[in-house]
């Protein structure tokens, strides 16, 4: 595929200057023209099938092969925080001036992101209430006969378990906390009519609450994996108003003022957690980049318990032993013309499953 043509469909932004030279419009960076197709993948986001054919023929492998198949796949690449541009593809003649608009950073788009999923949720979440409430009388009256109601313990249990899960979702940035009222207690003894309503109560509130069950966990995996990382002077937390905030102390910190390896870590989990599609087939170029060998240590055992939560094919290409940590049975080294290409990593870590 020639470069001009991965470039126009891939990433409009980037405007040809000559044969050998592209300018990045919105920050005037001028890329040589392999350096202007590095960025052309990592923006892909989906690899179309030519992108698909050229991996193809770069690396020969049957796994690979099975894993491209017909699923959708992905890169993740190395500017992973360059942040992506808003630009439509028929605003190319717009003159450059007018076009260097201020680009939210990386982190903050994907801070956006997390935003609106949450928002996605709550709207869910506001649906199956109204339609369970709308509902509730009817059930009431006729969905209870034959049904055996809770007994009083199994209320009080249920009731203990259902105040757990708001303080969960609170904690997780999902909820409002509530700062009026106190849990309600369920008394020592109770009328069959109130026993009758509150089975009914407690069974709505759990169904409403199911909505928030896979974004909740993905939010928790993603804090755990980010603060794990976080010097003890800053703290990360989820907002349903704003995505992230950082803090250090009292003072809120801009998402500029976290280092490059916890910027790629965040961004990186961040993709993996809430951009690409399950049952995706995903590659990432060097995400040892800015990492300290600690962070790289634990990459690994990240990375599958992300597909543990989201099913997906991981293929990674890594300079860094450390990467690989003790799973060097997941590695296959690359020879041939890319074993001579010393901008091409050396190894590739091979399956990472749900297994």
Not at 139 to 157: A, F, I, P, T, Y
Not at 158 to 182: I, M, P, V, W, Y
Request: charged share 25%; net charge negative; aromatic share 6%.
């Amino acid at each position: 595929m020639q470069a001009s043509s991965i470039l126009r469909h891939l990433a409009p932004e980037i405007q040809h200057i000559d044969s050998e030279r592209w300018v990045l419009r919105n920050v005037g960076e001028v890329l040589t023209t392999k350096e202007a197709i590095r960025y052309a993948l990592g923006q892909a986001g989906a690899l179309p099938a030519s992108l698909r054919q050229q991996l193809r023929r770069l690396i020969s492998s049957p796994l690979l092969d099975k894993l491209l198949g017909d699923s959708k796949a992905y890169l993740i690449g190395t500017n992973r925080l360059i942040p992506p541009l808003k630009m439509s593809r028929n605003r190319a003649n717009i003159p450059s001036d007018l076009r260097e608009d201020q680009q939210e950073s990386a982190v903050q788009h994907h801070a956006n992101v997390i935003r609106d999923v949450i928002a996605s949720t709550l709207a869910e979440y506001s649906r199956v209430s109204s339609q369970r409430d709308r509902t509730f009388p009817e059930r009431l009256v006729h969905q209870r006969e034959g049904k055996v109601n809770l007994s009083d313990s199994e209320l009080r249990e249920r009731f203990a378990h259902l105040e757990k899960r708001r303080n969960e979702l609170e904690s997780a940035g999902l909820l409002d906390t509530q700062s009026t009222g106190r849990p309600f207690a369920v008394p020592e003894s109770l009328v069959e009519t109130t026993r009758i309503v509150l089975s009914v109560y407690v069974e709505d509130t759990e169904n409403k609450l199911a909505v928030f069950d896979d974004v909740e966990k993905r939010i928790a995996l993603l804090k755990q994996i980010v603060e794990k990382r976080f010097l003890h002077t800053k703290q990360f937390s989820i907002d349903r108003r704003k995505g992230f905030i950082f803090k250090s102390g009292e003072h809120e910190l801009s998402p500029d003022q976290l280092s490059s390896g916890e910027q790629h870590e965040l961004v990186l989990f961040c993709e993996l957690l809430f951009t690409v599609p399950t049952d995706s087939f995903i590659l990432i170029d060097e995400p040892e980049l800015s990492l300290h060998v600690a962070w790289q240590l634990e990459f690994l055992t990240d990375l599958q318990a992300v597909t543990r939560i989201r099913p997906m094919e991981i293929l990674i290409a890594t300079h860094s032993p450390w990467i690989v940590n003790d799973r060097w049975d997941l590695t296959a080294a690359l020879s041939g013309d890319l074993e001579r290409n010393a901008s091409v990593p050396k190894t590739v870590s091979s399956r990472l499953g749900t297994t």
